[in-house]
T-cell receptor
Framework: GAGVSQSPSNKVTEKGKDVELRCDPI?????LYWYRQSLGQGLEFLIY????????KSGLPSDRFSAERTGGSVSTLTIQRTQQEDSAVYLC?????????????FGDGTRLSIL | GNSVTQMEGPVTLSEEAFLTINCTYT??????LFWYVQYPGEGLQLLLK?????DKGSNKGFEATYRKETTSFHLEKGSVQVSDSAVYFC????????????FGQGTRLTINP
């Protein structure tokens, strides 16, 4: 498809386990963002990648969270030693660039539930 | 830091009613302002945007005007339809152009026929 693709769509795991969430951006989009949507905190920025520049990790809530973007395309968000407060919908977005006239296109998200 | 405050929902209206969803912001500098919409079962979509003071963004009959003096970006529509039922998010990005969006808490809108 032509949109941002995220997998899995749902993930249920036990507290303490590690999880990996995947994002396939729109082809040709150089910027990629991760956000988290939770009941308590609303929609929060986590991290973004732009081309080959160092990612902006300023929104990551703890060092248990990390993200990679390989080859300037697919990105993986990893949460280590998951906690119940990590339960949320994790949204990925991509855009042609960082300019305001280049809007972000969002995927449908991964719903993460920590038991 | 930057923040966005939206009117609390849920909001329930009858079809053809006038809609206003209030949004105010706190930011340093001159942010760009956005309204995003999330229809049931779908992902977030950009509805409209404004990049400088007094700009009016519009799309699908919705409008919002960037008011610097009141730090507001209220969403309006003259006559809502059942298909407008969704969650609406006001957001801003800083002037650095990085587009790290800061979102309001969202307002759930339900339109009854």
């Amino acid at each position: 498809g032509a949109g941002v693709s995220q997998s899995p769509s749902n993930k249920v795991t036990e507290k303490g386990k590690d999880v990996e969430l995947r994002c396939d951006p729109i082809s040709g989009h150089t910027a990629l963002y991760w956000y988290r949507q939770s009941l308590g905190q609303g929609l929060e920025f986590l991290i973004y990648f732009q081309g080959n520049s160092a990612p902006d990790k300023s929104g990551l809530p703890s060092d248990r969270f990390s993200a990679e973007r390989t080859g300037g395309s697919v990105s993986t968000l990893t949460i280590q030693r998951t906690q119940q407060e990590d339960s949320a919908v994790y949204l990925c977005a991509s855009s042609l660039g960082l300019q305001v006239h280049q809007p972000q296109h969002f995927g449908d998200g991964t719903r993460l539930s920590i038991l | 830091g930057n923040s966005v405050t939206q009117m609390e929902g849920p909001v329930t209206l009858s079809e053809e009613a006038f809609l206003t969803i209030n949004c105010t912001y706190t930011a340093t500098g001159y942010p760009s302002l956005f309204w995003y919409v999330q229809y049931p079962g779908e992902g977030l979509q950009l509805l409209l945007k404004a990049t400088k003071a007094d700009d009016k963004g519009s799309n699908k009959g919705f409008e919002a005007t960037y008011r610097k003096e009141t730090t507001s970006f209220h969403l309006e529509k003259g006559s809502v339809q059942v298909s407008d039922s969704a969650v609406y998010f006001c957001a801003l990005s800083d002037q650095q152009g990085a587009q790290k969006l800061v979102f309001g808490q969202g307002t759930r809108l339900t339109i009854n026929p």
